[in-house]
Every structure is written in C-alpha cells, then in structure tokens.
C-alpha cells in the first residue's frame, strides 16, 4: 500500500506517481515516451488521474507498456483526513450544458453530424477531432479540390439497377466506403470504436482502428465477430493501422503479430508522422492547461539542434527513422497472404517507389490535413498520378481519403482512379452522443448521397466510372510544372 501522501510528494518531473483506478504508478520514466505527451500526465502528477485517463486508453494500455516495478500497488487513504485526500484532477473539460443534439432522422448530410458533434464535445475533444496543422493549408486544400472537379452526366441511360461493391484491400465491400483510422473514439461516445465497428459490420464495410484505439484491438475484433454471428454472416472487416512506434521494430513486430492473431485482414502503415504535425489549436488549449497546472513552459524543439547528440526527437511519439527498406521486415512479418498498403503518400514519386516495393496499394492521404501544412488534397495527387504515371493504377490499388463528405466527392475519386475512399473526421462525429446508431445513419447518408449521383449520371456501376465523367482542367492547372518532363522521364 502506498499512502496518498506519498502519492502528493511524487508530483514533478524528476519523480512523478499517478493514480489511476486506486492504483499507483511511477511513471517518471515514461513521461518523454508517453505519446500523448509528457505534460499530459505531469498535469495530473501526485494526483489521481482516472478522468483523464479512462476514456483515451484501451484496458491493459498500464499492462503492456509500464514495467512491473512501476505498478506500486493500490493507494491507502486511511492515514489521512477526509480533507486531504488526493482528489482526482478537477474536471477542467466539462461542456456546460447546452443546445440538444437533434434527432438522427432531421440529419440530412455528413456536415450536420459535425454541428451535431460540437453542440456536446467537451472542449478539448472537440479540439482533438477538429484541429489540423499551421495555417489549415493542407486542411483547407481537401475541401477546396473538390470544386475544382466537376461532373460530365450522361442521360437516356436504365439506371434502376446499381452497384455500389468494390474490393478494397481485397475485401469485397457493399460501398465504395471505409472508416478510415482515428484515434480516441471514446472521447465522443462510451463504446467508442465499438460503434463504428458495428456500424461497418452492419452495412458490410470495413473499419481501419487506429493503432491508437481507446478500445483494444482484442475487443474490436471480439465486436465483430459477434455482429457476424448475429447475421450468420461474414460482413465486415477490420483492417490494422501500425504507427511504428519509436522502438520501431521491436514494437512493430509486436503490433502485427497481435493483428494476425486478431484475423485482421490488411495492413495499413501510416508512412506521414516521422513526428507529429503542429495542431495550433491543440497546443494553445494544452498549454493554457500546463499553465493553470504551474507546469513551467519548454519549447517544443532545440532552436540549435545538434545532429550528434541522441536526444528524443522532438513531437516524435513515433519512430523518426521509418525508410523503405523497413518494408522488408515488415512484409515478412505480416506475410504475402494479406495485403499490406501505405498511408499518407501525397507524390507521384513516392507512389512509383512504393509500385518498386512489394506492397499491394497506396493510401494518399495529408492525414486530414493533420501533418504537414501545404500538401497537395488527395484528389489532387491522384490526378498528378493520371497525368504522368497513369500505368500505376495497373500496379498497385491506389486508396484515398481526406476531406470527403458527399457522395459527389466519392464519385470524383473513383473517376480519377481511386479504388476507394476513408472518412475520418464524419465518422468521429457521427458516433458523438449518438453512439452505434449514428454512425449507421452516417453510412446510409453516403450510400444513398452516391446512388443517387450515380443514377443521375446514367452510371450503374461504380466500376464504370472514369475519367470521361469529370472535368479536371481546373485542377490541371495546379499540377507541378517545371517538374513535369522529369516526372515524365523526359529529364
Ligand atoms: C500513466 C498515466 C497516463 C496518463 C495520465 C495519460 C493521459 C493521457 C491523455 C489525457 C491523453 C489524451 C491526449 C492528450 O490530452 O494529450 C493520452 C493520450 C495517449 N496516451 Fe496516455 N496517459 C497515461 C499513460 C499512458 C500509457 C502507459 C500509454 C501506453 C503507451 C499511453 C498511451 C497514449 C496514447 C497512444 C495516446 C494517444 C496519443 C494521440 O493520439 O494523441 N498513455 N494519454
Ligand atoms: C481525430 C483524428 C485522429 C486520427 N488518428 C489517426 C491515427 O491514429 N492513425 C492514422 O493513420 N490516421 C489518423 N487520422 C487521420 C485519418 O486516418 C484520415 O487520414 C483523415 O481523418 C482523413 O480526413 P477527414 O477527417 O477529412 O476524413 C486521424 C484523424 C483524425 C481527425
């Protein structure tokens, strides 16, 4: 037993203990590796952390990732008077009450489920789901792309009868539609990722949890199985989202045997976060914390860095040394069955070395404009991949996400090329006070979004689509310039 008084005197940087459920731990050495940051615990250090804790770490996050000798064992208040005991954190992040989510029935596009979702996050969840990177360019650039896309409908066409099935990841799926990885779903619904691997299941898409899942990916695939059963059907399938984490291989390895164990039936590597982009909005709202906690400030990067010393890499919560050779170990560990796909290219140039890999597709993707600021939308690499290397799409399945919210925007990337489309952001928001039923409704907004611009196009399968049906000279006149003849080969 530990004393709560002992727990107060851990409360700085140099020596930090938590409580979290009536538990102690030391975890003074894991504040620089804790991937959410070493201030997001030193808030609560000396302290009990519970509320802050539970909703954004899946059961067992303590167990497989803090040693032994860190568990201190469960608090003993009996040595202190009522007044003194060690209270959990106040709770900085309570929404006040205020308008009411509107009945999922009046909700009629994925925009809706974003007013919906604010009117009830709390503060910082909003922040965490919303934020993007610097100035929003890249945030910015993903909407903005659509307009630059327009539609060529053909008329006089039978179209009673549709299609909407694609093969993503070698799953054959009833929407040309995935649930793209986001981390923390919890933070808007108790069940969290659970909705949207029942929501998926359900209407027979697949899900791609984040390696950062605030449900474990144990319990996700439990979750599906039992939706499968429930039908006496196969539907549904998840798909693993592998940070290499800064022990890069070490932990990788570790993260795609429990995949494999789990049945989860592609890998998807997110090859954009060597660090963690600058969410402004993120950081203002942390450091406003740090600074009501006394937490004293330090800038985030060494404004001389030192290329000799063997520092943690700043805003690295995952691995910094990440290359393509790493692709090597990682298929052989993965297996040739089950396809594995790279997320977060934004180059014709890295799609042609990822075409030289023995991977099974590309994912373009600026993270929602999450990363790095001023990166081309995806729509927009997908045409540079039309323009000077169209015998890609012969190579390699080429995937897409970022910015999409109608069905319009997914036809638009079917006819540039892309074999499907991840939503993240909608999906996040369609869970928000919701839960499951929100993201059903979410999903059945896009199907019909998509059958109905099919119809109207005179399309009656999603296979059809090509580039006869849009008008890109808009977004032409963005592609790279001086740049062309070399990607062409000509330089
Ligand atoms: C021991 C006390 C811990 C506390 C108080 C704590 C608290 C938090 C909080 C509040 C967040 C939300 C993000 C933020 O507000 O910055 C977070 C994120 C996270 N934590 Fe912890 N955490 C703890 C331990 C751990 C452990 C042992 C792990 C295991 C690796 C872990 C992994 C993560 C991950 C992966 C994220 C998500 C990062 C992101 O996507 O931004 N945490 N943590
Ligand atoms: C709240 C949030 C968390 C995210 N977490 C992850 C993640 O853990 N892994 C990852 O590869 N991408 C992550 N992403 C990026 C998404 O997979 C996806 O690329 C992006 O959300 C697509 O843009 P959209 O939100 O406009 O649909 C996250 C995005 C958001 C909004």
Redesign the pocket.
Known sequence: MVTSADVRSHASRDSCW?I?DGNV?D?TD?LD?????A???L??AGKD?TA??E???PEG??D???PKDKHLGPVDFTQERESEKAAPTPSIDKKPSGPKQNPLSVLQNLDDFEIEAQKVLPE?SWI?YSSATDTLSSHTNNRVAFSKVSLRPRVLRNVARISLQKTIMGFRSSLPVFIAPA??AKLGHPDGELCLTRGAARYNIPHCP???SSISHAELAKCLQSEQEAVGNKRGTLFFQLYAPINKREGALKHIADAKRLNFTALVVTVDSAV?GKREE?ERY?ARLDHDSGIVFQANSSPDPDPNLDRPVPRG?HSSTLEWDDLIWIREAWGKDRPVVLKGIATVEDVVEAAKRRVDGVYLSNHGGRQLDYVPSSLHTLLEIRLFHPELFDKLDIYVDGGFRRGTDVIKALCLGAKAVGLGRPFMYSLTGYGTGGVCRAIEILSDEIQTSMRLMGVTNVDQLDMSYVNTALLELEMPRLHNLRLQGKL
């Open positions: 938590v979290i731990y975890v894991f590796h804790h991937p959410g940051g201030n997001t615990i808030r609560h952390a802050e804790y909703p954004v770490h996050t303590l497989a990732h803090l910082k965490y981390a923390l984040s390696t950062y963690i993120d942390k919560a």
